[in-house]
């Protein structure tokens, strides 16, 4: 009798080691708009469906409310403070090891299919993965902005898109699971952009298509013999403001509106997950790694933070955005969650208890003095225990440019903006409302409305390095070179490793009839972005 347990054990051990892994990210997806987490304005059973013979985990929040450093985070296993990874123009460094990489080296095939520029291959991500399905080529990086921007001419059409519909990339997948029935093991990733900005319908519009696709998927790994076999996990890399706390969609603050998000997943029928079809114990997407080596018996490499959520002891759960820091010099947020509790560590701290206040409506920081004290405490010992393992990535630009800088008259490039005021977000919301109304009007077309609303901005805070660099690009495209010349160098000196600051400033002076200082401009940007088309030219 013991020694058939012990092979039926066995037995069970060698199935979850070859189980095939299936990843479904959806962009954008607030957790709170699914029907199986309550919503009721949009039915959304395909989605639901994935926690059959599952677990939904009711309290899981992304590391960063942006696609990149997200999904960097679920890949790495790693904060973003600790890989670096923390605006949406910042690659993944070579060498990283990733739930990608560790299934690799234990004999699984490897696809991923990606649905937006933030995740092309450039950006790497595609390390691990035998196919990589990135139909994108935008090779210049803004981590100022956290924008990327088109190379130049491109052999697919694809490639100067920055996204493409979710049915292109469900039906690769499909078709690459139905050519890989072999007995290799499999991991398949898909990406999902449909829900973000802009919209095509509104958000929830978006939501009943992104059912209907996954209904669609549902549909193919059950017909293919898929489903019942393998572990598949659905999840978001962040939510979506949707106007609550002032914010329109995400990455600015760091509230549960954009950090919660849907974690569901779903067992191979007859393995023993150990965990019940709800847990309502806070998560994060860090721990998404660990959990499928865990259940795989592959052990879980020692670079990894998070914690498997097969192991329900509690854990914190930290957050960060330094979107407004990086992009406005304002302060960066972090936050760290502790059973009901969360800290927002900002010039003022915000505490909320989210279990009587999941809207983080009452801030409960100046009634309770102590528990911040603590919790930021805690928030330094995580800090502390996860600094950065490798050094920052080395500056593109060579003893020589650093000197041509000099020459201009630039300070050599550090930071992503030099002497950043720190100022709290809450204080600036105003600010940054505009900074969006702007981009919304460019977007539109209607250049003149947004140099006015640019031009204000800048009367009021003239240290918007963001808001000026897009004020210059407006006056370059207006042929206005003087100005635009005036505004990109105030930009160049706060920001000089900027291609797009670089480039436009270049435009600028060459449209002045200054070509000595446009070249070295020109050459300037190249250092920083190579791969630019003008680079080639």
Known sequence: MHRLFAALLLASVAGAQQAPVILISIDTLRADHLSAY??????????????????????????????????????????????????????????AVTLATVLHAHGYKTAAFIGSVFLEQRMGLNQGFDFYDSPFDFRVLSPMSGEMFFAGAAGNPMGVRDRRDGALVVRAAIQWLAANHGEQPVFAFLHLFDMHLPYRNGYDAQLAYVDSLMAT???????????????????????????????????????????????????????AARLPSSVSEPAGLVDVAPTVLDYL??????????????????????????????????????????????????????????TNDPREQTNLAAREPDRVQSMRGALAQVLAAHQPRHPAPANTLSAHDRAVLHSLGYVAPGPKLANPSGADPKDRLGEF???????????????????????????????????????????????SYLRARTELERVAAAAPDDYVTQYQLSLALDGLHLGEQAAAHLKLACAIAPDAAPCHR
């Open 38 to 95: 309550g919503y009721k304005a949009v039915p959304t059973p395909a989605l639901d469906s994935f926690a059959e013979h599952g677990t939904l985990f009711a309290a899981a929040d992304c590391q960063a409310p942006l696609t990149l450093p997200s999904h960097a985070s679920l890949f790495t296993s790693t904060y973003p403070f600790e890989n670096r990874i923390q605006e949406n123009a910042e690659p993944v460094r070579a060498g």
């Open 217 to 271: 998927f549902k549909q193919a790994l059950v017909r293919g013999g898929w489903w019942d076999r393998s572990l598949v996990i659905l999840l978001s890399d962040h939510g979506e403001s949707l106007g609550e706390h002032g914010e329109a969609s995400h990455g600015y603050f760091i509230y549960e509106s954009t950090l919660q998000v849907p974690l569901l997943i779903h067992w191979p029928v007859g393995q």
């Open 297 to 354: 018996r592959i052990p879980i490499p020692p670079s990894f933070a998070g914690q498997t959520l097969l192991d329900r002891s509690p854990r914190p759960v930290v957050a960060e955005s330094t979107h407004a820091h990086d992009a406005f010099g304002w302060s960066p947020l972090r936050s760290i969650r502790l059973g009901e509790y969360k800290l927002i560590d900002a010039p003022r701290p915000e505490l909320y208890d989210l």
């Open 433 to 479: 409302q505009q900074y969006e109304d702007a981009q919304i009007a460019l977007y539109r077309g209607r250049t003149a409305d947004a140099a006015a609303m640019l031009r204000k901005i800048l009367a009021e805070d003239p240290g918007n390095t963001l808001a000026r660099r897009d004020l210059g690009g407006i006056y370059l495209e207006q042929k």
